[in-house]
Structures are given as structure tokens and as C-alpha cells.
Nanobody, 129 residues
């Protein structure tokens, strides 16, 4: 059974940084693309960042490009989201998700929440202005 556990959320002032971690209990973690999504109160879940299994191919939402960095350590079955220059509008519950890489050859496949099979429980990030 696949489990994803996020950690690292919290309260931070605008301009500050946080690093989220997602530990995955997946036997073949290196075969999975990993994504980060977020959901603010009253809003739909939105894409933040994704990493293909090799960690080289990464994708970002325009709203976080240049401020957030996704990375992964396949030896530790963990994916990270380094968030810098945080803004109040980054406040949300952040979720990590997994989907078997190679399911699609389209890059757009990996930025859509509906395509991910496994989800964590989420971690709250609150940015005070």
C-alpha cells in the first residue's frame, strides 16, 4: 500500500522560506513522477510543481516559478519543495502526489491533479503579510 506523508509546513512571514518534504512508502519510488499541489480555502486544488522520475525534468506553475524548487532523493524515497520569497497568496494546504512515470508521454499529463493516483494528507503553509 502506497503512503505519502508530508511535513515541513508552518507559519512564516512574507519573504521567508520553508522546505516541505514528502516521504513515500513506494517500493519503486524511482519509477514514479511526483507532484506538489495546493489548495487554499474556497479554491480548487492547483498545480505547484512536478518532477519526473529522473529528477531532471521538472515543471512549475507560473505563480511559483523562480521562487519554488522541487527536488527528489530516490535513495531516500523523498521529494522536497523548497519555497523561497513566500507571499501571502502562497497560503494553502500543500499536498504531494505520485503517479507512475511513463503513463503518458505528454508533459501536461504530470501537471494535472486528476492524473495522480496517490495523495498525502497535506501540510498547512501559512504566510503572514
Amino acid at each position: 500500500q502506497v503512503q505519502l506523508v508530508e511535513s515541513g509546513g508552518g507559519l512564516v512571514q512574507a519573504g521567508g522560506s520553508l522546505r516541505l518534504s514528502c516521504a513515500a512508502s513506494i517500493r519503486t519510488f524511482s519509477s514514479y513522477a511526483m507532484g506538489w499541489f495546493r489548495q487554499a480555502p474556497g479554491k480548487e486544488r492547483e498545480f505547484v510543481a512536478a518532477s519526473r522520475r529522473n529528477g531532471v525534468s521538472t515543471y512549475y506553475a507560473d505563480s511559483v516559478k523562480g521562487r519554488f524548487t522541487i527536488s527528489r532523493d530516490n535513495a531516500k524515497n523523498t521529494v522536497y519543495l523548497q519555497m523561497n520569497s513566500l507571499k501571502a497568496e502562497d497560503t494553502a494546504v500543500y499536498y504531494c502526489a505520485a503517479v507512475l512515470d511513463g503513463t503518458s508521454t505528454s508533459n501536461y499529463y504530470y501537471i494535472r491533479a486528476r492524473n495522480y493516483n496517490y495523495w498525502g494528507q497535506g501540510t498547512q503553509v501559512t504566510v503572514s503579510s
